[in-house]
């Protein structure tokens, strides 16, 4: 599961998220980060499920870490998409690619709601949720 954490004034400079990983032993993939000393945002990946993924997020509640969890990465309207490929070559991760039709791919899981796609989609087919 993919989630934004944001650390606030108060947390950021505590290993919190090490902590977590320690404790729980849940390897937790930071995807995007933006830190500094007043506050902290991240978008982790998760690798778990049911209890174990419930006790990572409240652990990093409990820790006064705020968590949003992602349910949608960004939104295609593939009547809308002219597969041109336009989103595929700055894509960081390879959430975009084309498939053997030559019709556009999008693997939600790779997507780490970076939203380079949005702004190269010359027919705007793809927007944030």
Known sequence: MRVKLIYS?????KPILASIVLRTGVPINILEAKVNAQKGELIVSIPADGDKLREV????????????EFTETLRIDWNKCMACGACISPCPTGALRFKD??????????????KVC????PVRAISPP
Do not use: M, Y
Not at 57 to 68: K, P, S, Y
Not at 102 to 113: G, H, L, N, R, Y
């Open 101 to 114: 039709d030559w019709s556009i791919e999008f693997d939600d899981e790779k997507c780490v709601a970076c």
């Open 118 to 121: 949005v702004t190269a989609c």
């Open 9 to 13: 004034h108060d947390v950021v400079e």
């Open 57 to 68: 997020l409240n652990l990093f509640r409990e820790a006064g870490v705020q968590v949003q």
